[in-house]
Nanobody, 120 residues
């Protein structure tokens, strides 16, 4: 399965962005991680195939919403009230059947990343 992330860009503090992840095939959980310069990759959010299970990272909880459209093999991350500390490369990732979690090691497929920059 190949993943293609898009939707990043430059936004001011308090602004919003919607990231998209297009998958070439069927996935189970679809998740988002981010990595800022000099920092480790950080879990952002994930959603099960049915959408009934979602997890959010503490640093973004209440400000982001993850969703998906299985008919389109796509996932989305709506980010609101963005802060400069949200600046990072955002990666979409997907797991194989039955796996969902917050560790990057649980995700088998990865997209190339999309840059999000929040100016102060």
């Amino acid at each position: 399965v190949q993943l293609q992330a898009s939707g990043g860009g430059l936004v001011q503090t308090g602004g919003s962005l919607r990231l998209s992840c297009a998958a070439s095939g069927r996935t189970y959980a679809m998740g988002w991680f981010r990595q800022a310069p000099g920092k480790e990759r950080e879990f952002v959010a994930t959603i099960s195939r049915s959408g009934s299970t979602t997890y959010y990272g503490d640093s973004v909880k209440g400000r982001v919403t993850i969703s998906r459209d299985n008919a389109k093999n796509a996932g989305y991350l709506q980010m609101n009230s963005l802060k400069p500390e949200d600046t990072a490369v955002y990666y979409c990732a997907a797991t194989v059947m039955g796996v969902i979690g917050t560790s990057e090691y649980q995700y088998k497929y990865w997209g190339q990343g999309t840059q999000v920059t929040v100016s102060s």
